[in-house]
């Protein structure tokens, strides 16, 4: 089983909203984890667009600030990213990822969930 597995990905027109999820259930899910989600679009490196951490501070990158939000269900163990006014360079595939707060590198992983995004 994947450490963390992503759902909510698909098709959506330019300006229209999806919600990403990332249950996390393969790793030490302790308070002191910080978690990420990632994009990867065809032809560019694997980039972070928003990061969370143990005290709900979130970051963004800036082809996204204003349009994503992340968020983290803490009792359920759940991340989540709404993102609106999608645009068709937001087409990519998402990842989640978790690190222990404290360090930069991200060790746990989910499969990846596409997101695309029509003119």
């Known amino acids: 089983q994947a450490p963390l597995v992503e759902s909510g990905g698909g098709s959506v027109q330019a300006g229209g909203s999806l919600r990403l999820s990332c249950s996390a259930s393969g790793y030490p899910s302790k308070w002191n984890y910080c978690h990420g989600w990632f994009r990867q679009r065809p032809g560019y490196e694997r980039e972070e667009v928003a990061g969370?951490?143990?005290?709900?501070?979130?970051t963004y990158a800036k082809s996204v600030r204003g349009r994503f939000t992340i968020s983290k269900d803490y009792p359920k163990n759940i991340l989540y990213l709404q993102m609106n006014n999608l645009k068709s360079e937001d087409t990519a595939v998402y990842y989640c990822?978790?690190?222990?707060?404290?360090?930069?590198?991200?060790?746990?992983w989910g499969q990846g969930t596409q997101v695309t995004v029509s003119p």
């Open positions: 990822a978790a690190r222990r707060c404290g360090e930069t590198t991200y060790n746990w």
């Open positions: 969370i951490d143990n005290a709900q501070s979130a």
